[in-house]
């Protein structure tokens, strides 16, 4: 069973940065791959950032390439969203989530494992 935690959230302004964390259990880089996910209210979720389980290769939304960096750090076993220039549009609830790859990288039904979630709100 993977689990994943999620932190960082929180209320700033257009402009600020702030940096997601996700907690995992051990290996779990060695065997998924990774990805944050969004959801703001009455929508539904959307794909932000993966990196791929063996390469590392990163893959970003169009909406956030340029202002959002995916990164890992087998050491502790946590994920990271850093995010850079935020906007009033990046306001959601965002997730991270662990997936086998095999399919693909890029919809919700590619991952098995999802975090509860960290709200973030950007005030224009």
């Known amino acids: 069973q993977v689990q994943l935690v999620e932190s960082g959230g929180g209320l700033v302004q257009a402009g600020d940065s702030l940096r997601l964390s996700c907690a995992t259990s051990?290996?779990?880089?060695?065997?998924?791959?990774m990805g944050w996910f969004r959801q703001a209210p009455g929508k539904e979720h959307e794909f932000v950032a993966a990196i791929s389980r063996l390469r590392g290769t990163r893959t970003y939304a169009e909406s956030v390439k340029g202002r959002f960096t995916i990164s890992r750090d087998s050491t502790d076993n946590t994920l990271y969203l850093q995010m850079d220039s935020l906007q009033p549009e990046d306001t959601a609830v965002y997730y991270c989530?662990?997936?086998?790859?095999?399919?693909?990288?890029?919809?919700?039904?590619?991952?098995?494992?999802w975090g509860q979630g960290t709200q973030v709100t950007v005030s224009s």
């Open positions: 989530a662990a997936g086998t790859g095999a399919r693909g990288l890029v919809t919700p039904q590619d991952y098995n494992y």
């Open positions: 051990d290996r779990t880089f060695s065997k998924h791959t």
